[in-house]
């Protein structure tokens, strides 16, 4: 073989040996790169998505009845729930509610189905109590002759549903509905309803609280964009220090400041500009002014990466062209602002939905966030159900309002930086 006819076949290898070499080398780049990864990916899988899943299933688990008394719960699940259930049912239900009763267990079903009707709980209680191993006639006369409760269909109807393994009831109660005694969705009393009402003071309370960052950050970050780094990066580091003191220090002190005798009413009374101390705690105005406090830099920062971006020749060779400096502002720099006011306005905005330690420390009654209710049920009620269904309700918002905003200004369009 020649020289001239052996060098295609010697190229060939070679073309292949680099593509090989090529190939493994982009194989063990991407195996670095998803090994670098994968702590990330764990840590938001172990910490954020199981901790939301959990609480989405909490939402509408309904286990109680299946766990305390599990042949009961079979039974029910197939009976037609005409009447009273067939004595077999009964008998079942009595033997189990002895034994939940001696093991201490009959208190949580109770305590469930008291949520699904008011009075069952003592109505279980009184029962497993005092029911006795062989029933005096029927365990139909027994049962009634207990309590004539159990001769309601609304009762058996309630423990029916209770039988299934899922539940719509706290998801149904966090909208302020309920399900009637022929299983029909309705409004929940006037006296009632109340989350749907609490939701709303919180979406408000956040959007008073983002106009506030908004307006006190936007021209805060515009004279720091406009400084020299020498004298931006000392003030942005003030801007920064309420990151370094922790949230409960910053409202208790809010606390101080703002109580009848407390600093800003004497230097408002000393200024003669009010006549008597103004209640600027324990009310909305106290909620308002912390949260603003807390929340700003989070405004801050969005404003200023991207107003630091944007070069100030645009809005002088506006100027050279005639506009006024206010056109130019107008129609040059604050359209280029856009996206870190969108920025500032969504990350402030999800993060004051969920306050609950400013509002309960400054807030009065009619200021407690949604966020206090979901704490109450989880600590003092020991609802997990109700507190879950509260924590999606809030879920559901925020994704909407996401949504919402990716539709109306545009997700490629937010600028953290």
């Not at 399900?179 to 109340?194: D, K, L, N, S, T």
């Amino acid at each position: 073989m020649t020289a001239a006819t052996a060098h295609p076949a010697v190229s060939h290898l070679a073309a292949t040996a680099l593509r090989r070499h090529v190939r493994r080398s982009g194989r063990r780049r991407r195996l670095a790169a998803v090994g670098l990864t994968l702590p990330l990916v764990a840590y938001l899988l172990v910490f954020f998505v199981l901790p939301i899943l959990g609480m989405l299933r909490l939402s509408v688990a309904n286990d109680e009845l299946a766990t305390t008394l599990p042949e009961t719960t079979a039974l029910l699940r197939a009976w037609s729930g005409e009447g009273m259930p067939p004595e077999d049912v009964l008998a079942v239900l009595a033997r189990e509610m002895r034994a939940a009763h001696a093991a201490r267990t009959l208190a949580r079903l109770a305590k469930r189905l008291n949520v699904e009707s008011a009075g069952f709980r003592t109505l279980v209680l009184a029962t497993g109590r005092n029911l006795p191993e062989t029933p005096a006639g029927s365990w139909t006369e027994t049962f009634l002759a207990l309590d004539p409760e159990w001769g309601k269909p609304a009762i058996w109807g309630a423990l029916r549903r209770a039988a299934a393994p899922w539940t719509d009831l706290y998801l149904l109660a966090a909208l302020d509905l309920e399900r009637g005694e022929q299983g029909e969705i309705r409004r929940v009393a006037p006296e009632r309803a109340i989350y749907l009402g609490i939701l709303g003071r919180t979406l408000w309370i956040s959007f008073l609280v983002t106009a506030a960052c908004l307006v006190l950050a936007y021209p805060l970050a515009y004279l720091l964009a406009g400084l020299p780094e020498r004298y931006a990066n000392p003030l942005l580091i003030l801007v920064l220090l309420p990151f370094w003191t922790s949230l409960l220090v910053r409202s208790a002190a809010w606390i101080v400041l703002l109580q009848r005798e407390g600093p800003i009413n004497q230097i408002l009374q000393g200024l003669r500009l009010v006549d008597q101390p103004l209640q600027l705690v324990f009310n909305r105005a106290g909620v308002l002014i912390a949260m603003t406090h807390v929340l700003l830099p989070f405004m801050v920062l969005p404003l200023y990466s991207v107003m630091r971006n944007i070069h100030p020749s645009y809005v002088r060779a506006a100027i050279s062209l005639g506009a006024s400096p206010w056109l130019a502002f107008r129609r040059i720099f604050l359209p280029l602002s856009v996206p870190g006011i969108a920025a500032g306005c969504l990350l402030v905005f999800i993060l004051a939905i969920g306050y609950y330690i400013t509002p309960a420390l400054l807030g009065g009654a009619d200021d407690q966030m949604i966020s206090w209710f979901v704490a109450f049920f989880t600590l003092q009620t020991v609802n997990w159900g109700m507190a879950a269904a509260l924590g999606t309700l809030l879920f559901a918002v925020t994704l909407a309002l996401y949504a919402l905003f990716a539709r109306v200004v545009g997700v490629d369009r937010l600028r953290l930086g």
